[in-house]
T-cell receptor
Framework: GENVEQHPSTLSVQEGDSAVIKCTYS??????FPWYKQELGKRPQLIID?????GEKKDQRIAVTLNKTAKHFSLHITETQPEDSAVYFC????????????FGKGTKLSVKP | SAVISQKPSRDICQRGTSLTIQCQVD?????MFWYRQQPGQSLTLIAT?????????ESGFVIDKFPISRPNLTFSTLTVSNLSPEDSSIYLC??????????FGPGTRLTVT
């Protein structure tokens, strides 16, 4: 079955710096890769996603890149702000299956003012 | 996205009892899931709640421990039976909206004493 590894487990940056979180997946059949942000005590929120037919997707300060050959994808946050502080989870799934999302273990991002 | 609610938001239960969690969506959805998030951990899929048929359980989760009902396309329940302290977790339902985007309910925090 699919396995998703996520690094780093914790990341601390200064406000205004960029943050990068990387994930690798094992099943080459996976073709959908969402990222979730979870603030303390809140539900996971879908912040961006990418399908395997696209190499990069941007939404304001957030971007996701995908390398299908290497089976890894990354979340990039530019101009970080204190409100970006949260736990970020990557996930992988196969569209058309039961929609089963396999999650990475999460990255705790701290943005210091 | 759909408005997803869960009841109860939290509960404290005694060992050996059961807790039933409700998930309500404000629009009809085909795919609904139940996840567990143990303290400080990532999300693990328990099962897919199928409307009109038995749920599909992931490896390590069984129907006797986690019975699920899905009587219609807007509602599902998850029961956690014969509670032990190891069942203390946050339980979240999620739904697929659009083609494949998955959104989560607010979660139910269960503490077993």
């Amino acid at each position: 079955g699919e396995n998703v590894e996520q690094h780093p487990s914790t990341l601390s940056v200064q406000e205004g710096d960029s943050a990068v979180i990387k994930c690798t997946y094992s099943d080459s059949a996976s073709n959908y890769f969402p990222w979730y942000k979870q603030e303390l005590g809140k539900r996971p929120q879908l912040i961006i996603d990418i399908r395997s037919n696209v190499g990069e997707k941007k939404d304001q300060r957030i971007a996701v890149t995908l390398n299908k050959t290497a089976k890894h994808f990354s979340l990039h946050i530019t101009e970080t702000q204190p409100e970006d502080s949260a736990v970020y989870f990557c996930a992988a799934s196969l569209i058309g299956s039961q929609g089963n999302l396999i999650f990475g273990k999460g990255t705790k991002l701290s943005v210091k003012p | 996205s759909a408005v997803i609610s869960q009841k109860p938001s939290r509960d404290i239960c005694q060992r050996g009892t059961s807790l039933t969690i409700q998930c309500q969506v404000d629009s009809q959805v085909t795919m609904m899931f139940w996840y567990r998030q143990q303290p400080g951990q990532s999300l693990t899929l328990i099962a897919t709640a199928n409307q009109g048929s038995e749920a599909t359980y992931e490896s390590g989760f069984v129907i006797d421990k986690f019975p699920i009902s899905r009587p219609n396309l807007t509602f599902s329940t998850l029961t956690v039976s014969n509670l032990s302290p190891e069942d203390s977790s946050i339980y979240l339902c999620s739904v697929v909206q659009g083609t494949y985007e998955q959104y989560f309910g607010p979660g139910t925090r269960l503490t077993v004493t």
